[in-house]
């Protein structure tokens, strides 16, 4: 009765329960077993339920978003700030209004597939650019850094990852190309107005050589003419 006592408990969860008075001395060994058994477990419990607790603030105050998810596109848990980047309030608005995360979160789909192709040769992705479709439909750029975890026969069962909102700097890239592009074409146009400034300054410059020129002649023509003058 006392070991059924003490088997309940642990089963129950608790495992410091001890009972000394056990009438049996042959038992007494057995007990100490358990007890020393017991111990250990709720240990490794207390150790666990730390794990837990800091993994669970980790996942809930990280300013990146957090998500795991299978190969086939189901959710299976987004943190808070996965949910804010994507414009959701909380992660299960995101969980249950995304049933396609092809389909209603890539702008480009086929993405999707690049995105998989490559954790499935590498077992990672890294700095993985993508744009995404927010609660709103205004788009987002984000970078996928992401693992898979595969199954017994070597195929991806279950995708762990990072999101971080990388729209900033990608506005800024876009306007840096833009402003690169802009400043080609003002080069262009102006090297084009220098170079019809430079064919206007040689068309002139060649009416005044040809006017040297002429002067010349007529100056050689007109001694020529003196020259041949009778003198008084």
């Given at each position: 009765?006392?070991l059924g006592n003490?088997?309940?408990?642990?089963?129950a969860g608790?495992y410091?329960?001890?009972?000394?008075?056990?009438a049996?001395k042959?038992?007494?060994?057995?007990?100490?077993v358990m007890?020393?058994?017991g111990?250990t477990?709720?240990?490794?419990m207390t150790?666990l339920?730390e794990?837990e607790m800091k993994?669970r603030?980790i996942f809930?105050n990280a300013?990146?978003g957090?998500?795991k998810t299978?190969?086939m596109?189901?959710?299976?848990?987004?943190?808070p700030?996965?949910?804010e980047?994507?414009?959701?309030?909380s992660?299960?608005?995101?969980?249950r209004?995304?049933k396609?995360?092809?389909g209603?979160?890539?702008?480009?789909?086929?993405?999707?597939?690049d995105?998989?192709k490559?954790?499935s040769?590498?077992?990672?992705?890294?700095?993985?650019?993508a744009e995404?479709?927010r609660?709103?439909?205004?788009?987002i750029?984000v970078?996928?850094n992401a693992?898979?975890i595969f199954?017994?026969?070597g195929?991806?069962s279950?995708?762990?990852?990072f999101?971080?909102d990388i729209?900033?700097?990608?506005?800024?890239?876009?306007?840096?190309?833009q402003?690169?592009t802009?400043?080609?074409?003002r080069v262009r146009?102006?090297t084009h107005e220098?170079?019809?400034e430079?064919?206007?300054?040689?068309?002139?410059n060649?009416?005044f050589?040809d006017?040297?020129?002429?002067m010349k002649e007529?100056?050689?023509?007109n001694?020529?003419?003196?020259?041949?003058l009778?003198?008084?």
């Open positions: 009765q006392h003490i088997a309940n408990s642990y089963r608790s410091l329960t001890r009972d000394n008075h056990i049996v042959e038992f007494r060994p057995f007990l100490s007890e020393g058994m111990e477990i709720h240990a490794q150790d339920k794990s993994y603030s809930e300013v990146e957090i998500f299978t190969v596109g189901d959710w299976i848990s987004v943190n700030a996965m949910a980047i994507l414009g959701y309030i992660g299960e608005d995101l969980i209004e995304v396609d995360i092809k209603q979160l890539y702008v480009h789909p086929e993405m999707r597939y995105f998989l490559e954790l040769d590498n077992g990672r992705v890294q700095g993985f650019e995404f479709y609660r709103d439909q205004s788009r750029w970078e996928i693992r898979a199954d017994d026969h195929k991806i279950v995708i762990e990852g999101i971080v729209n900033k700097r990608k506005m800024m890239e876009l306007e840096l190309r402003s690169k802009q400043l080609e074409q146009e102006r220098l170079e019809e430079t064919k206007k300054l040689e068309r002139i060649g009416l050589i006017r040297e020129l002429r007529l100056k050689k023509e001694r020529a003419l003196m020259g041949k009778p003198k008084n």
